[in-house]
């Protein structure tokens, strides 16, 4: 029986795993959990980012490091077996990998990066979620599933990002839809949908020649009504929220962390 004294937002004794930990927010959900007190498997393509993330990660709580490509089932197999026999089985999943789309107009976008973007943002996604899935409907445990979906799967840009947008999209549906097939399993799914963020992908597609930094700053300001960008910390409690039994009765939600962006029509004005 569940202790009725202990603080339902608290992590203790849970194993999260987070994919594309290495960078970002990733990271930044990852030191957040273990701050917590859950033990953490921080999982990643990228081994050389994912050895200093694990350094300090180790500063609060227990953790591991596993390279995994999410497009890859076995490899997704592997991590969760590793992360099962170091740290126990996984309570938490939290899908971040992605890759960004190629900057190019729909009409002349080729199938295999098309593809590509898809493959990893959102059947890569599937697939965490479906290992995940099976393991905690196995056990009887339940568990909880947090999707870093995106303002962007909600409604439109038009920057010629048509690939991302749609893989958030299927996201939003991936979440609404195994949140009630699993609820009989008491497995909880549910998406946070970021506005533009300050991560070292946001400054790199701002940094590029290509995009007009400055312009987009004031592109983006002028969607978010309380009038900044996101700090990865401003994700990191949203998730904790929703991966804790304080969040036991919350499941299928899109949770915007956007600064107001959605609640706004496009059209709307801002009070000065
Ligand atoms: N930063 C933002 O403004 C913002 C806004 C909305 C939503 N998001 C979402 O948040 C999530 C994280 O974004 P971020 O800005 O922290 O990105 P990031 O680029 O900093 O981190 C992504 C991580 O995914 C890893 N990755 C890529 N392909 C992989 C694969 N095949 N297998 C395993 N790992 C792989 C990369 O190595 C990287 O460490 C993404 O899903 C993104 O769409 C970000």
């Given at each position: 029986m569940e202790d009725p004294k202990r603080d339902p937002f608290d992590l203790t004794g849970r194993v999260a795993l987070v994919t594309g930990a290495a960078s970002g927010l990733g990271l930044a959900i990852s030191i957040g959990l273990s701050e917590r007190g859950a033990a953490v498997a921080a999982a990643d393509i990228n081994e050389v980012g994912l050895r200093q993330a694990v350094a300090s990660l180790r500063v609060s709580g227990r953790a591991i490091g596993v390279r995994v490509d999410v497009t890859d089932p076995a490899s997704i197999e592997a991590m969760f077996d590793r992360a099962a026999q170091e740290l126990g089985p996984v309570d938490i999943l939290v899908n971040c990998a992605f890759v960004p789309s190629p900057k190019v107009a729909s009409e002349d976008t080729p199938l295999d990066a098309w593809e590509r973007v898809l493959r990893v943002d959102l059947t890569g996604y599937f697939l965490c979620t479906q290992a995940a899935g099976k393991r905690m409907i196995a056990s009887g445990r339940g568990g909880s599933i947090v999707n870093l979906s995106s303002i962007t799967g909600s409604s439109?840009?038009?920057?010629?990002l048509l690939g991302y947008g749609v893989a958030k999209s299927g996201i939003n549906q991936l979440t609404r839809e195994l949140a009630i097939e699993w609820a009989r399993y008491k497995i909880r799914v549910n998406a946070i949908l970021p506005c533009q963020i300050l991560t070292p992908a946001l400054r790199a597609f701002m940094d590029d020649p290509a995009n007009d930094g400055q312009g987009l700053l004031r592109t983006f300001l002028h969607g978010i009504p309380l009038g900044r960008l996101g700090n990865p910390e401003d994700v990191v409690g949203p998730v904790a929220f929703l991966a804790?039994?304080?969040?036991?009765?919350?499941?299928g939600v899109l949770l915007p962390?956007?600064?107001g962006n959605l609640a706004m029509n496009a059209g709307g004005t801002l009070r000065e």
């Open positions: 439109g840009i038009g920057r010629e804790s039994d304080a969040a036991a009765m919350v499941t962390v956007d600064g």
